[in-house]
Protein backbone atom coordinates (compact mmCIF):
# COMPACT_ATOMS: atom_id res chain seq x y z
CA UNK A 1 0.00 0.00 0.00
CA UNK A 2 1.00 3.65 -1.13
CA UNK A 3 1.76 5.84 1.98
CA UNK A 4 0.30 9.63 2.66
CA UNK A 5 1.91 11.65 0.32
CA UNK A 6 2.21 15.31 0.36
CA UNK A 7 2.75 18.00 -2.02
CA UNK A 8 5.29 19.74 -2.67
CA UNK A 9 7.96 18.98 -0.27
CA UNK A 10 9.56 22.42 -0.04
CA UNK A 11 8.13 25.62 -0.86
CA UNK A 12 9.55 29.38 -0.11
CA UNK A 13 6.81 32.28 -0.04
CA UNK A 14 6.99 35.77 0.59
CA UNK A 15 5.21 37.61 3.91
CA UNK A 16 1.83 38.10 3.08
CA UNK A 17 1.42 35.64 0.38
CA UNK A 18 -0.95 32.41 0.83
CA UNK A 19 -0.28 28.78 0.45
CA UNK A 20 -2.18 25.58 -0.48
CA UNK A 21 -1.02 21.96 0.50
CA UNK A 22 -2.21 19.00 -0.36
CA UNK A 23 -1.97 15.73 1.18
CA UNK A 24 -3.54 12.29 -0.15
CA UNK A 25 -4.45 9.76 2.75
CA UNK A 26 -3.20 5.76 1.93
CA UNK A 27 -5.97 4.18 0.71
CA UNK A 28 -9.30 3.37 2.86
CA UNK A 29 -8.42 5.61 5.65
CA UNK A 30 -10.83 8.43 5.57
CA UNK A 31 -9.73 10.70 8.61
CA UNK A 32 -6.60 13.43 7.54
CA UNK A 33 -5.03 15.47 10.60
CA UNK A 34 -2.90 18.30 10.09
CA UNK A 35 0.28 19.42 12.30
CA UNK A 36 1.94 22.10 12.73
CA UNK A 37 5.78 21.19 13.62
CA UNK A 38 8.59 24.12 14.63
CA UNK A 39 11.88 23.85 16.60
CA UNK A 40 9.97 26.28 19.27
CA UNK A 41 6.72 24.84 19.37
CA UNK A 42 7.32 21.25 18.89
CA UNK A 43 4.22 19.61 16.76
CA UNK A 44 1.07 21.33 17.09
CA UNK A 45 -2.68 20.04 15.88
CA UNK A 46 -3.98 21.92 13.40
CA UNK A 47 -7.23 20.52 12.27
CA UNK A 48 -8.74 17.00 11.20
CA UNK A 49 -11.39 15.77 8.41
CA UNK A 50 -13.36 12.82 8.36
CA UNK A 51 -15.83 12.59 5.18
CA UNK A 52 -15.30 16.13 4.29
CA UNK A 53 -16.58 17.51 7.63
CA UNK A 54 -13.95 19.18 10.12
CA UNK A 55 -14.12 17.31 13.18
CA UNK A 56 -11.95 19.05 15.54
CA UNK A 57 -9.79 21.97 15.15
CA UNK A 58 -6.67 23.06 17.43
CA UNK A 59 -5.40 26.49 18.57
CA UNK A 60 -4.48 27.82 15.52
CA UNK A 61 -5.71 31.31 13.78
CA UNK A 62 -8.63 31.44 11.29
CA UNK A 63 -5.89 32.42 8.34
CA UNK A 64 -5.32 28.45 8.81
CA UNK A 65 -7.86 26.31 6.72
CA UNK A 66 -8.21 23.01 5.36
CA UNK A 67 -11.09 20.91 3.29
CA UNK A 68 -11.32 17.52 2.21
CA UNK A 69 -12.52 16.06 -0.83
CA UNK A 70 -14.71 12.63 -1.35
CA UNK A 71 -11.45 10.86 -2.08
CA UNK A 72 -10.38 11.49 1.18
CA UNK A 73 -7.60 13.77 -0.47
CA UNK A 74 -7.44 17.09 1.78
CA UNK A 75 -5.41 20.69 1.44
CA UNK A 76 -4.32 23.08 3.79
CA UNK A 77 -4.27 26.30 3.10
CA UNK A 78 -2.66 29.29 4.87
CA UNK A 79 -3.35 32.95 3.87
CA UNK A 80 -1.46 36.43 4.93
CA UNK A 81 1.68 34.85 5.51
CA UNK A 82 3.50 35.06 8.22
CA UNK A 83 7.15 34.57 9.50
CA UNK A 84 6.12 32.59 12.18
CA UNK A 85 4.52 30.18 9.96
CA UNK A 86 7.55 29.01 8.77
CA UNK A 87 7.42 25.21 9.69
CA UNK A 88 7.39 21.44 8.61
CA UNK A 89 3.36 20.65 7.68
CA UNK A 90 2.85 17.10 8.57
CA UNK A 91 -0.43 15.25 7.28
CA UNK A 92 -1.42 11.79 8.89
CA UNK A 93 -4.33 9.58 8.07
CA UNK A 94 -5.81 7.22 9.96
CA UNK A 95 -8.75 4.56 9.20
CA UNK A 96 -11.09 6.62 11.34
CA UNK A 97 -14.13 6.33 12.36
CA UNK A 98 -17.37 7.67 13.91
CA UNK A 99 -16.37 5.53 17.46
CA UNK A 100 -13.96 6.09 19.73
CA UNK A 101 -11.75 3.63 19.00
CA UNK A 102 -7.63 5.19 18.91
CA UNK A 103 -6.70 4.17 15.29
CA UNK A 104 -2.98 4.76 14.88
CA UNK A 105 -1.88 8.02 12.27
CA UNK A 106 0.55 7.46 9.02
CA UNK A 107 2.22 10.38 8.76
CA UNK A 108 3.26 12.17 5.16
CA UNK A 109 6.97 13.01 5.10
CA UNK A 110 5.54 16.61 5.30
CA UNK A 111 6.31 20.12 3.73
CA UNK A 112 8.97 22.55 4.53
CA UNK A 113 7.28 25.88 4.05
CA UNK A 114 10.20 29.05 4.29
CA UNK A 115 8.65 32.03 4.74
CA UNK A 116 10.63 35.15 3.66
CA UNK B 1 -5.80 19.61 30.07
CA UNK B 2 -4.23 16.89 28.73
CA UNK B 3 -0.44 16.91 28.59
CA UNK B 4 2.79 14.84 28.15
CA UNK B 5 6.59 15.30 29.32
CA UNK B 6 9.35 13.67 28.20
CA UNK B 7 12.07 14.94 30.63
CA UNK B 8 15.51 14.30 28.77
CA UNK B 9 16.22 16.24 25.46
CA UNK B 10 18.46 14.11 24.87
CA UNK B 11 19.43 9.94 25.64
CA UNK B 12 23.01 8.45 25.03
CA UNK B 13 23.47 4.81 24.85
CA UNK B 14 26.12 2.59 23.75
CA UNK B 15 25.07 0.20 20.93
CA UNK B 16 24.52 -3.42 22.30
CA UNK B 17 23.03 -1.32 25.59
CA UNK B 18 19.48 -1.20 26.88
CA UNK B 19 17.76 1.98 26.33
CA UNK B 20 15.04 3.78 28.04
CA UNK B 21 13.09 6.92 27.03
CA UNK B 22 11.07 8.58 29.71
CA UNK B 23 7.48 9.60 28.86
CA UNK B 24 5.01 10.66 31.60
CA UNK B 25 1.15 11.82 30.87
CA UNK B 26 -1.92 13.94 32.71
CA UNK B 27 -5.07 13.03 31.18
CA UNK B 28 -8.47 13.18 32.59
CA UNK B 29 -10.39 9.52 32.11
CA UNK B 30 -8.42 6.62 30.51
CA UNK B 31 -5.24 7.44 28.66
CA UNK B 32 -4.78 6.32 24.69
CA UNK B 33 -1.09 6.62 24.76
CA UNK B 34 1.22 6.18 21.56
CA UNK B 35 4.97 6.48 20.37
CA UNK B 36 6.65 7.75 17.42
CA UNK B 37 10.08 8.16 15.83
CA UNK B 38 11.09 10.47 13.30
CA UNK B 39 14.26 10.33 11.14
CA UNK B 40 15.93 13.58 9.19
CA UNK B 41 14.24 14.90 6.81
CA UNK B 42 10.87 12.29 7.55
CA UNK B 43 7.40 11.89 9.04
CA UNK B 44 6.62 10.18 11.70
CA UNK B 45 6.64 5.99 12.04
CA UNK B 46 3.98 4.60 14.60
CA UNK B 47 5.63 2.39 16.63
CA UNK B 48 3.50 1.17 19.01
CA UNK B 49 0.08 2.02 21.14
CA UNK B 50 -1.30 1.54 24.52
CA UNK B 51 -5.29 1.34 24.34
CA UNK B 52 -6.14 -1.16 27.56
CA UNK B 53 -5.40 -4.59 28.74
CA UNK B 54 -1.52 -5.48 29.33
CA UNK B 55 1.38 -3.32 30.51
CA UNK B 56 3.92 -4.07 28.29
CA UNK B 57 3.20 -3.14 24.72
CA UNK B 58 5.28 -4.49 21.76
CA UNK B 59 5.89 -2.61 18.59
CA UNK B 60 7.89 -2.26 15.62
CA UNK B 61 11.65 -2.85 15.64
CA UNK B 62 11.83 -4.42 19.07
CA UNK B 63 10.52 -1.75 20.60
CA UNK B 64 8.01 -2.47 23.69
CA UNK B 65 6.79 0.57 26.20
CA UNK B 66 5.44 -0.36 29.51
CA UNK B 67 2.36 1.49 30.72
CA UNK B 68 2.10 2.03 34.42
CA UNK B 69 -0.56 3.81 35.87
CA UNK B 70 0.37 4.79 39.15
CA UNK B 71 2.99 6.73 38.03
CA UNK B 72 1.83 8.17 34.92
CA UNK B 73 4.55 6.86 32.94
CA UNK B 74 4.69 4.84 29.43
CA UNK B 75 8.48 4.80 29.27
CA UNK B 76 9.79 3.24 25.85
CA UNK B 77 12.41 0.32 25.99
CA UNK B 78 14.79 -1.80 23.76
CA UNK B 79 16.93 -4.40 25.34
CA UNK B 80 19.69 -3.91 23.23
CA UNK B 81 20.18 -0.70 21.14
CA UNK B 82 21.38 -0.57 17.52
CA UNK B 83 23.27 2.81 15.57
CA UNK B 84 19.95 2.70 13.22
CA UNK B 85 17.99 3.84 16.14
CA UNK B 86 19.60 7.40 16.50
CA UNK B 87 16.43 9.36 15.70
CA UNK B 88 13.60 11.70 17.44
CA UNK B 89 11.36 9.91 19.59
CA UNK B 90 7.70 11.36 20.28
CA UNK B 91 5.04 10.44 23.13
CA UNK B 92 1.85 11.42 22.40
CA UNK B 93 -1.68 11.01 24.26
CA UNK B 94 -5.12 11.03 21.99
CA UNK B 95 -7.22 14.19 22.90
CA UNK B 96 -10.58 12.39 24.43
CA UNK B 97 -12.81 14.79 22.65
CA UNK B 98 -15.04 12.20 21.47
CA UNK B 99 -15.73 11.66 18.05
CA UNK B 100 -12.64 12.63 16.68
CA UNK B 101 -9.02 10.64 16.18
CA UNK B 102 -7.10 13.20 15.11
CA UNK B 103 -5.80 15.81 17.73
CA UNK B 104 -3.12 14.11 19.49
CA UNK B 105 -1.47 15.90 22.21
CA UNK B 106 3.08 15.20 21.68
CA UNK B 107 5.56 15.78 24.18
CA UNK B 108 9.00 17.65 22.96
CA UNK B 109 10.57 14.82 21.63
CA UNK B 110 13.83 13.14 22.92
CA UNK B 111 16.83 12.96 20.85
CA UNK B 112 18.72 9.24 21.27
CA UNK B 113 22.15 9.21 20.24
CA UNK B 114 23.49 5.56 20.07
CA UNK B 115 27.51 5.22 19.56
CA UNK B 116 29.20 1.96 18.25
Known amino acids: KAGVTQTPRYLIKTRGQQVTLSCSPISGHRSVSWYQQTPGQGLQFLFE???????NKGNFPGRFSGRQFSNSRSEMNVSTLELGDSALYLC???????????????FGPGTRLTVT | AQSVAQPEDQVNVAEGNPLTVKCTYS??????LFWYVQYPNRGLQFLLK??????LVKGSYGFEAEFNKSQTSFHLKKPSALVSDSALYFC??????????????FGKGTKLSVKP
Open chain 1, 49 to 55: YFSETQR
Open chain 2, 50 to 55: YITGDN
Open chain 2, 92 to 105: AVRDQYRGSQGNLI
Open chain 2, 27 to 32: VSGNPY
Open chain 1, 92 to 106: ASSLGGAGDAPYEQY
